[in-house]
């Protein structure tokens, strides 16, 4: 069958593998590639069980495969068969060197961007999706600048707004699609080309399209904005728990406000996610770089109040239970960083299980689809830990649960029978303020919310 676009994808993972999956489900008359240094990835996205859990994606994968959806790991070929590439590789905080904690990692993108211009054999449209510093795609264009042969790139930014656990809804109906490009003759074209592309199923008035820098820019600023909304609820739920407030009443008292909006408004544990972090980080690293100290700091603090977040947890465990852990089995519901996925990157979950054994706390994580992850998160760690997928038998015998992810499923559970297994006093800790804690405090729990008074039977 002839196809109307060859178009690659350089990167299998959480948005690689969702963005192209969608894109060839709405357009059967392109032939989409994806392609990844990792056979391993490449194996499983093409059996049947994929490498990340993503509510939906199955269903679709399994239309479009070996259709007009493949997945290899032959780079070269890819990128000399396909005129379109979308980038979509890892860009994590830089680990080493200069910017080391704060700057992204440019490593994997600049390789990928050598690889281009390697195998490239006629003029190519380079897609930003990963998500980079601004000014990235000059760095790209002067790397694809080739003198030695007449192949021509146009570098064009389409940054990747999906969140995990809702990717493929996400996809299909975006609040918005965002292209930005250079303003010349040849950028201005490009961009049209994938303003058309998009338009096969997204209304037109939801693709806008923006200068390069302005594109870049607006996605690193779009999930600081998002992180920073979480830090203000959870900077507030602290001062809830000193005044006797109700976290929910004052979200929903502010949230009501149509200037402010209800969402991302709700209290937590702490929020999680391999971006939010890396990409304020980024932030505030090209800030500093720039000479803007205030601006720098003033982000920073987004990072800072999560970090406490979670440590307070901490410390309410502890004062809580007689100020000592040792030797207490505390049961975690939850690992993944948010419902619906089992991806655990940056999860407050990680943080709260390293401390839980530095106080020598026994741990015992349930979660319908993180423990594969769970376990090679704390493989290094040194403690006492064991994972349990049934939630009823990984609170046997505990004295406290930590509710560290909203999925559904511990909403519904019978918290009697729970209770009646476990060590007394027993307590609840709901990171999450997804349980109905005055049943809970019925039961028998002494029950520790985020963000309002505690219900609790023992005497002060
Ligand atoms: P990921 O780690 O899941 O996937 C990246 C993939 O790129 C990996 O499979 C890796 O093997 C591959 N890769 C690295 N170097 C390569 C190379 N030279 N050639 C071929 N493949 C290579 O990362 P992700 O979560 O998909 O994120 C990718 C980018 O998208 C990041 O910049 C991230 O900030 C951004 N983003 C992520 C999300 C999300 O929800 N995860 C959402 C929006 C944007
Ligand atoms: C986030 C953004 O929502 C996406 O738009 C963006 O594309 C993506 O980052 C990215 O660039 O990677 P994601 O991290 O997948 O998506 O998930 P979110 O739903 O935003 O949740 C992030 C974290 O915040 C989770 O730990 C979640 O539990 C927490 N959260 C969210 C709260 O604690 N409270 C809230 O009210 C909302």
């Known amino acids: ?3 109307e676009k060859n178009i690659l994808c350089i990167g299998a993972g959480y948005v690689g593998g969702p963005t192209m ?3 060839a489900h709405k357009c059967p008359q392109f032939k989409v590639t994806v392609v990844d240094i990792n056979p391993t990835r490449i194996a499983e996205w093409n059996s049947d069980e994929l490498p990340i859990y993503e509510p939906g994606l199955d269903k679709i994968v399994r239309a479009t495969r070996g259709k007009n959806l493949f997945f290899s790991t032959d780079i070269a070929g890819g990128i000399r068969e396909n005129d379109i590439i979308f980038v979509s590789v890892n860009t994590p905080t830089k680990t080493f060197g200069a910017g080391a904690g704060m700057a992204a990692d440019l490593q994997y993108w600049e390789k990928t961007a050598r690889q281009i211009l390697q195998y490239s054999e006629s003029p ?3 897609i930003e999706k990963s998500t980079l510093p601004v000014k990235t795609a000059q760095a ?10 007449s192949v021509t790139f146009e570098v064009l930014s389409n940054p990747e707004f999906l969140a995990e656990g809702t990717a493929v809804q996400d996809l299909e109906n975006p609040d918005r699609v965002l292209i930005g490009s250079r303003e010349t003759p040849s950028g201005l074209k490009a961009r049209e080309m994938l303003v058309e592309m998009y338009a096969k199923w997204v209304p037109r008035e939801k693709i806008i399209t923006s200068n390069i820098w302005s594109s870049e820019l607006s996605k690193i600023v779009a999930n600081a904005f998002l992180a920073q909304r979480i830090s203000s609820i959870n900077s507030i739920s602290a001062l ?4 006797d407030a109700d976290i929910t009443e004052v979200a929903r008292a502010v949230g009501m406000d149509s200037r402010i909006g209800s969402k991302y408004l709700n209290a937590s544990v702490g929020f999680g996610g391999s971006c939010f972090k890396k990409d304020i980080l980024n932030l505030v690293y090209l800030c500093r770089y720039y000479g803007l100290d205030e601006v720098a700091d003033y982000w920073e603090g987004v990072v800072k109040i999560n970090r406490y977040q979670q440590e307070r947890f901490i410390v309410n465990m502890l004062s809580s239970m007689f100020n000592t852990l040792a030797g207490k089995r505390i049961c975690l519901f939850g690992f993944s960083f948010k419902a619906n ?4 990157r940056e999860s407050p979950a990680i943080f709260i299980s390293e401390r839980l054994m530095e106080e020598k706390a026994e741990i015992v994580i349930t979660d319908p689809k993180a423990l594969k992850n769970a376990r090679t998160d704390l493989a290094g760690a040194k403690g006492k830990v064991s994972f349990v997928e049934d939630p009823y038998r990984a609170a046997e015998g505990c004295h406290a649960i930590a509710v ?3 999925w ?4 519904t559970l019978d918290y009697r029978k729970i209770y009646d297994t476990m060590v007394t006093p027993a307590y609840l800790f709901d990171g999450r303020n997804i349980l109905d804690h005055k049943k809970c405090f019925d039961i028998g729990f002494n029950v520790y919310p985020i963000g309002k008074p505690p219900l609790t039977h023992l005497k002060k």
């Open 1 to 3: 069958m002839e196809f």
């Open 240 to 243: 809830c728990e000193k005044t």
């Open 140 to 149: 790209m264009e002067n790397i694809l600048r080739n003198v030695h042969s």
């Open 124 to 126: 190519k449209i380079v």
């Open 341 to 344: 996925t089992g991806d655990t």
């Open 21 to 23: 999956a969608v894109l």
């Open 404 to 406: 560290l992810t909203e």
């Open 408 to 411: 559904d499923l511990y909403r």
